[in-house]
Structure formats: C-alpha cells, structure tokens
C-alpha cells in the first residue's frame, strides 16, 4: 500500500460521531460528571481534543527559537542539570561542586556560601570556568565582587530586583552581559499556593513591574529583559506543568515586545525545581517518583536548567546517596530516555496546546488585575497577592484533608509498619508549608505516644455479615485509621460474643447498613456485659446513624468524615498528647 493512500484507509469521524458513541457508552451516566476533570485553574478539561480546539491559535506556527518562544527559547531540545550546593564555607562548597560536575552536573547553584572577599570568591570558583553558576541569598557586596571578577563564567543570582530598583538599575550601568543578576521567584508563588495561573499572572506581573522601573530609570528594556532570569516549581499536575513555561514564555514575550523591546531580547530563561509541597517524609521513596514525573513537565515544558530536590531534604540535610539519586533522575532522562533530543516534544498535541492557551489568557488576565491594582509591587504591600494565594492554598489542603488529593504513603495507602521518628529532623518539617504536614503531625504524634509508653493503640476492624459490604468497609478503615499510625488488626467474626471479647483500643464494626444497628447494640451489650469500655464505631453513615448513636455507638467513618479532624479526637480520647 502506498504511503499517500495510508489515511484513506481511515475515514474521518466527527466530533458528533464521537460524542454519540460516548453517550451510548455512559448508558445514562452523567457526561460532566464522569468525564470533565474540573482543575483548579478553573478549566473544564475535556476527555479527549481534536484540531478543531485549538484552530485560530496564532503561534501553532511559531518554531523553537522564535518569537514568542511558546515552543522554547532555542532551536534545539536540552537542558542544564543544576546541582545545588548547601556548603557554608568556600573550600568545602567548591569541592562539592567539583564533584557534582564530575558525577553529571551542567550547573552549580551555592545556596548557603559565604562570601566575605574576593579570596572567598576566587576559591569558591575555583575549576569552575565553564561551569554556569547561580548564587542564592545574594546580598550587594556579593554583587559587586561578581561584577568585579575577570572572566568569569556565565553568572546568575536569585536577587530580586524589586527589593530595591535603584540599586537594580546602578548595577546594570556597569555589569557584564555575562551577569544575569535578577530573578522572580515564580516558584514561591506555588509553594504558597498558587494555580499555575496564578504563578504565571504574578511572575508576569512581577517582571512587568521590574521594566517599568527601570524605564523609569533610563535602564534600556533590552538590557533589562537580559538581566532577567525565572524560577518555577515544577508540581505534579503534569500537563498542567508542561503548559505552565509555554505559556509563560509566551506571554512574557509579549510584555517585553509591549515595551519595545527587539524579539530577540523576548525571550526569557527558566529555571525548573522540583515542588517542596507535595513532598512526604513517610514512604519517603515516593518522592523520587514524584520528582521525576515534575522533572519531565519542566523537560517537556522547556526549561533552561532542572533541579531536582533530593527525596530526603524535607525531613533532613541530603545525603550523597539522595543528592545522587536526584542528579541521575535527570541523567536518566537526558542520555537514557533521549529526552534531550526534542525541542518542544508536545508541539501540535490538541491538549497541551489547549491548555497553554487557557493558561496565557488568563495568566494575562491576571497580570492585567494585578495592573489595575497600582502594578505587583502595591498588589503586594496590600496584601491582595497574599489573600490570593492564601485562598488557593486553602483549598489545596482542603483537598488534601478531604483525601480527594491523594499523597501515596500519607494520606492514602500508607504503610502501616514505617517508623519517620528517629530519622527527621524536626527543623527541617516546618521549614517549609507542604500539603502533608497535617496527616504527618497526626503520625508523629502516634509514634511519640509509643515511644514514651511502649504501646500503640489498636484498632480492630471487625468485618461481619455482608460479604461485599464488610471487605470494602474494612478497607478503608484500614487506610483512614492507617493514616494516623495506628495498629491496625483485620478479623472476620461470626457473632458479637467474638467481637466483645477481643483485644482493641477501638472496635470498628464492618458491615452493611441493613444490618448495623442489629451487630452495633448486640455488639455494645456484650461489651457492657464483659465490663468492657472499648469504644464502637462504624465503618459507613447509615440512615439509622442517630438510633446507633443514642445506643451508644462512639462515632462513624466514613468518605465524608473529616479524617484530621476525626483522628486527632480519637487520639485526644486514647489519651495521645501532642
């Protein structure tokens, strides 16, 4: 068959078509509810698109390198693999980095250095010439020495510029081009709370401000566009990430061209990390996981340089098994999976250019809002940048509460044998908001309890009558009392007398609602019987929840209970303090 001829073979179907056999599919089911994935960006996200959803879009032409960069700011795929270095003194900081380089790393990043000269400096850099690096917690002294190095190698500093625009714009009169002295941290903006809307609409505003200031002080906007570089958190909605820094790249490009910038000086530099907030210190392993479905969104996405965050940094300092781990994630993905080989591998696909799109409008709708407040940096000192991440953020824990937000090993599926006590760092759990940390605290505070007193209270679900009913009632139990570190101890049982008789700190009652309020009196009048004060609930919200209540049942679990707040009132009532 010749090759022309191939898609004749496959006749066109319409959209039509294809929702008719859906909904014949669905038997009745609701199309929305099943189906659409509301996100919390706010866009309805369809099960499936076609070409017709993403006709009109005026950059699907656009190659990599060009304006407006949707699809990268270079003509080919790769990108740098960044190694942070947490090392104070210089010697001992420069000697890390030596041998990250040697083991993979592209780029250094020194977060902690100190730098008290140009002595301090020189060693810091030593072996380093061809090594881009990047300084966190930079001051202007620090600066200044940067600016007065000879030959340096190419340089870039997490200074935000707005903390001070006169100085910004003195420093740009008299450093190299080969010095990009600025950046907006689009990532605190996420692991605050932000959507990716959000985090794109601040990190534009923020930038936007920034050229406005220094217009303002006869700073040329190309100049200032250079000095410039990004930062974002990569989270774990994964297309959503991927769309996130096309369509930043995109609609910074378009506010630089705003102020009369040339196209090639549009363009911006990314920096990618790994989120902080969805990372766990039980079933700690999972966090490589997580990390390299993030470090793949920053991949495909675009960005200029990754780091990922060792699997153990939330909970204690990274060793060099967790530091190597996260460096070959990226190794892995660059020589092994050939990531490296594509610029912009998701160009032409419906749903990701669908979601770039959204993500543009209304990351600029946003920039636009924060406009009309007096620009980013009143927005800020009003507080209406902080009331809108504390609202997003609210809802993401509420989701994570809710368990409608799943973290494997946390507040889902959690394993029930896992000890986090003698290896954390307790500094280190509220060094930064992470999503976790409620269910964590639930956790630690189980295990402190066993600690001090040698025992761990037992929860017994005992599962009884309907087959179906009591096995899918005891498993969640298991994973809701589970999730608070408690000894967990699955039984069937024949009849009440078994259940009174048995050894627990709470007995779970597992079976269907036709039949608990029969077991649940039966079952308390036996335990009254034998002396016995073992609380009794039941695994489920039956109709006859307020009879079972008035009998003496203690409480119920079931998919709408609140589990923070049931399990720290269980564990107040078994006598586990903070």
């Not at 932000?194 to 923020?206: K, N, P």
């Not at 406005?212 to 909605?237: K, P």
């Not at 102020?259 to 990314?270: D, L, P, Q, R, V």
């Not at 990274?318 to 050939?338: F, H, V, Y």
């Amino acid at each position: 068959m010749a090759t022309d001829n191939l898609l004749q073979e496959f006749p066109p179907v319409s959209t039509a078509s294809w929702e008719e056999a859906i909904h014949k599919d669905l038997k009745g089911a609701d199309y929305t509810k099943k189906l659409i994935w509301q996100s919390g960006e706010g866009l309805a996200v369809k099960p499936y698109y076609r070409a017709e959803d993403i006709s009109g879009l005026d950059y699907l032409d656009a190659a990599p390198g060009d304006f407006p960069f949707v699809r990268g700011a270079r003509l080919a795929g790769g990108w740098r693999i960044r190694e942070e270095i947490d090392a104070l003194e210089p010697q001992e900081a420069n000697l890390a980095a030596c041998a990250a380089v040697a083991a993979g790393a592209e780029e250094i990043a020194f977060r902690n250095a100190a730098i008290a000269n140009a002595s301090d400096l020189a060693m810091l850099m030593a072996n380093l010439q061809e090594i881009p690096v990047h300084f966190e917690n930079v001051d202007k002294a620090l600066l200044r020495l940067l600016i007065a190095r000879k030959n340096p190698p190419p340089v870039s500093t997490s200074f935000d510029p707005l903390t001070n625009p006169d100085f910004a714009a003195d420093l740009l009169h008299s450093a190299p081009d080969i010095l990009v002295p600025f950046t907006i941290c689009g990532a605190a903006f996420e692991e605050a709370g932000a959507t990716a809307v959000e985090e794109i609409g601040f990190a534009l505003a923020a930038g936007v401000d920034f050229l406005a200031e220094m217009q303002a002080r006869n700073v040329n906007v190309d100049r200032a566009a250079a000095s410039l570089t990004f930062s974002f958190a990569i989270g774990s909605s994964y297309f959503f990430q991927i769309s996130k820094l096309r369509a930043f790249r995109m609609i910074w490009a378009r506010a630089v061209e705003s102020f009369g910038a040339a196209h090639a000086n549009a363009k911006t530099s990314i920096h990618a990390r790994t989120s902080r907030w969805n990372k766990t210190i039980y079933d700690p392993h999972v966090n490589i996981l997580r990390g390299t479905t993030e470090a793949m969104s920053a991949v495909l996405g675009g960005a200029d340089s990754i780091s990922v965050a060792p699997f153990d940094e939330c909970y204690k300092a990274p060793d060099e098994a967790s530091r190597r781990l996260a460096r070959n994630t990226q190794i892995l993905l660059k020589e092994e999976a050939l990531l490296s080989r594509v610029a912009d591998p998701g160009a032409g696909s419906y749903c990701l250019e669908a979601i770039t799109d959204f993500l543009a409008r209304e990351g600029w709708k946003t920039m636009q809002t924060v406009e009309a407040a007096g620009g980013f940096g009143k927005a800020k000192a009003d507080g209406m940048v902080a009331r809108t991440l504390e609202k997003s953020l609210s809802a993401r824990e509420k989701a994570v509460a809710s368990r409608r937000r799943i973290f494997t090993g946390t507040n889902q599926y959690a394993n029930l044998t896992e000890k986090a006590l003698d290896r954390i760092d307790v500094a280190r759990l509220s060094a930064d908001r992470r999503g976790t940390q409620a269910f964590e605290h639930l956790r630690l505070r189980t295990e402190r309890h066993t600690a001090k007193t040698g025992n761990t209270p037992r929860v017994l679900l005992a599962e009884i009558g309907d087959v179906k009913m009591r096995s899918a009632r005891s498993g969640f139990a298991a994973n809701f009392f589970g999730c608070a570190g408690f000894e967990i101890v699955t039984k069937r049982f024949s009849n009440a007398d078994e259940i009174a008789a048995a050894d627990a700190s709470l007995i779970v009652l597992c079976s269907s609602d036709a039949e608990y309020f029969a077991l649940a009196t039966e079952v308390l009048a036996k335990l009254k019987a034998l002396g016995r004060k073992t609380p009794l609930l039941i695994a489920g919200n039956p109709e006859s929840a307020e009879p079972l209540r008035e009998a003496g049942v203690a409480d119920f679990v079931h998919i709408r209970s609140n589990p923070i707040e049931l399990l720290a009132a269980w564990q107040q009532r078994l006598g586990i303090e903070n």
